[in-house]
């Protein structure tokens, strides 16, 4: 049977309400324009990005800027990030890729602390998969060396996944909005809530692969996705929910191969119909 891909979208505003920013190619008396950082997953890499990277500098969207490899204490960067560029691109690749979220969470705040100095850039907007997620939210939880502007959240775990600590049709919203299962990632995001800045904009963007009828992307179920509005929902300015269907929706092709994803992704940054 064929199963053709399609695609569900929400709109929940938050307590802001807004759907803009002032401006997506914010500069600095530097002259440098604001960094997207792309932020990759559990076990994974830096190739996580590339063709996003590809179809944006095709597209005439972005541009690549940097590649800013965290290993402990020290950061490596390679490329060139330049004052032309309006649309910079920063990959962030994590040595140890399978570090826990607090710890990912604490290198990334020394990255920003880095742009800040050596780009006196001021604000930054994100991508990021899977466990990336909970890097970026728990980073910004604890502290904002950059005001964080806009975020594309991809398959986010935020209560649980298969394998480590949830199963299929285990969990659900319940009528109060809150699931019925509270994963210890979804119970660190709330007690995190109380410190998230107001000012986020947030694109939450799951899969359903349709993998044994489980409404999963065969990782992390939706429930589990969902479950970052009633963790946090209502600390942001405004909030989108996107459902995208199909084998190019599984866990591991959604940020890698998924053009819906990645023209919804470019939209929502830089504010295009």
Do not use: C
């Not at 199963?167 to 019925?180: C, D, E, Q, V």
């Not at 999963?216 to 942001?236: C, H, I, Q, T, Y």
């Amino acid at each position: 049977m064929l199963i053709l891909p399609l695609i569900a979208f929400v709109l929940i505003l938050g307590a802001g309400g807004q759907q803009h920013t002032n401006s997506t190619e914010a500069s600095t008396d530097s002259g440098y324009h604001r960094p997207t950082l792309l932020i990759h997953g559990f076990h994974a890499g830096e190739r996580t990005y590339d063709h996003f990277i590809d179809l944006a500098e095709q597209k005439h969207k972005a541009q690549y800027a940097l590649t800013a490899v965290i290993n402990g204490e020290r950061i490596n960067y390679y490329g060139d990030w330049t004052r032309t560029m309006s649309h910079p691109l920063i990959k962030v690749v994590f040595a140890n890729n399978r570090a826990s979220w607090d710890r990912n969470a604490t290198w990334l705040n020394h990255l920003l602390d880095q742009l800040r100095n050596r780009y006196h850039v001021h604000s930054f907007d994100a991508i990021a998969h899977s466990r990336g997620t909970l890097d970026l939210l728990t980073a910004y939880s604890h502290s904002q060396p950059l005001q964080l502007r806009r975020a594309v959240l991809v398959a986010g775990p935020y209560d649980g996944a298969y394998r480590r600590d949830d199963f299929p049709h285990a969990n659900r919203i319940l009528s109060n909005g809150k699931p019925l299962i509270k994963h210890p990632e979804y119970r660190e995001l709330v007690r995190n809530a109380q410190f998230f800045p107001d000012g986020v904009h947030v694109l939450n963007i799951m899969g359903d692969s349709h993998w044994h009828g489980t409404n999963s992307d065969g990782k992390v179920a939706n429930v589990s996705s969902e479950a970052l509005w009633p963790a946090m929902g209502p600390r942001f300015s405004s909030y989108r929910e996107m459902t995208v269907y199909g084998h190019d929706a599984s866990h591991h092709l959604i940020i890698r191969r998924n053009h819906r994803v990645m023209d919804a992704a470019m939209r929502f940054l830089w504010h295009e119909s």
